[in-house]
């Protein structure tokens, strides 16, 4: 069965540090791999998604950057971080077509100090 | 545009009633699925119910169905016989066919009240 792992569960970092967020997919080939941000109370705002190796589309113009290096692995990474960062970070997947739902990783719990 | 319209940022519900939370979508596309997450305190997205949008009949999964009407670009959850448990935030998500974004509304949090 497919599962995802998403790490670390929670992160406390001061202002001006880089930032790197892992996520991981077992069990499938190929998947669609996605980075949302949700702040506090609010709804889910998709940062970056990618198709395939090497391909990131990014959804908001931010400071913040990702990158598929393998084909299950997505990374979330800052090289400075900013106050406005804060918030709940999670990575799903999804196979192809408009039929199939996505699967959410635990998130990451990021507060930037 | 939004893609994904959920108006009702909280709502109260009895214990052991019904509630309709409601999601509105835009979208040029002819083939779409539609979808619903619950989110608990816990923070995980628990995927709930899905709907395509060449089904004819309306989704229902256990207590969950959804209300799809196309021609209004509609698709709202109702929540039959609340449990105490159902109390957490409710997303309405669409994937369409041509892309590859799954786009989320701002959600609801809904409360059930013993």
């Known amino acids: ?113 | 545009a939004q893609k994904i319209t959920q108006t009702q940022p909280g709502m109260f519900v009895q214990e052991k009633e019904a509630v309709t939370l409601d999601c509105t979508y835009d979208t040029s596309d002819q083939s779409y699925g539609l979808f619903w997450y619950k989110q608990p305190s816990s923070g995980e997205m628990i995927f709930l119910i899905y709907q395509g949008s060449y089904d004819e009949q309306n989704a229902t999964e256990g207590r969950y169905s959804l209300n799809f009407q196309k021609a209004r670009k509609s698709a709202n959850l109702v929540i039959s016989a609340s449990q105490l448990g159902d109390s957490a935030m409710y997303f309405c998500a669409m994937r369409e066919g041509t892309g590859n974004q799954f786009y989320f509304g701002t959600g609801t949090s809904l409360t059930v009240i013993p």
């Not at chain 1, 196979?95 to 699967?103: R, S």
């Open chain 1, 1 to 113: 069965s497919q599962t995802i792992h998403q790490w670390p569960a929670t992160l406390v970092q001061p202002v001006g540090s880089p930032l790197s967020l892992e996520c991981t997919v077992e069990g499938t080939s190929n998947p669609n791999l996605y980075w949302y941000r949700q702040a506090a109370g609010r709804g889910l705002q998709l940062l970056f998604y990618s198709v395939g190796i090497g391909q990131i589309s990014s959804e908001v113009p931010q400071n913040l950057s990702a990158s598929r290096p393998q084909d299950r692995q997505f990374i979330l990474s800052s090289k400075k971080l900013l106050l406005s960062d804060s918030g709940f970070y999670l990575c799903a997947w999804t196979g192809v077509g408009a039929g199939t739902e996505a699967f959410f990783g635990q998130g990451t719990r990021l507060t930037v100090v």
